[in-house]
């Protein structure tokens, strides 16, 4: 059984940086890809980010684009969410997920808060 476990989340300034992690146990070799997730407080969860293990392979959301790069470290099984310039509609619980599509494996998540 795979498990995803996210970690980096806290608190941070407006414009601040910080960097997600998501180590995967009883990691899948075959899986395809693997993406980062977040529910902001009353709202719906949304996809943000997904990366392919095979060619790395990016997407993302229109509103996180050229501020979060994701990344992915098969060797150490984790997947890394770089977030910057961080603002308050950012913050939310952050999630990893394999697959991209949500219907597979989840963690449980890890809080971002972006506040002066």
């Known amino acids: 059984q795979v498990q995803l476990v996210e970690s980096g989340g806290g608190l941070v300034q407006p414009g601040g940086s910080l960097r997600l992690s998501c180590v995967a146990s009883?990691?899948?070799?075959?899986?395809?890809?693997i993406g980062w997730f977040r529910q902001a407080p009353g709202k719906e969860r949304e996809g943000i980010s997904c990366?392919?293990?095979?060619?790395?392979?990016?997407w993302y959301v229109d509103s996180v684009k050229d501020r979060f790069t994701i990344s992915r470290d098969n060797a150490k099984a984790t997947v890394y969410l770089q977030m910057n310039r961080l603002k308050p509609e950012d913050t939310a619980i952050y999630y990893c997920?394999?697959?991209?599509?949500?219907?597979?494996?989840w963690g449980r998540g890890t809080q971002v808060t972006v506040s002066p």
């Open positions: 997920a394999d697959p991209c599509d949500g219907l597979g494996y």
């Open positions: 990366i392919s293990r095979s060619d790395s392979s990016t």
């Open positions: 009883g990691f899948r070799s075959d899986y395809k890809h």
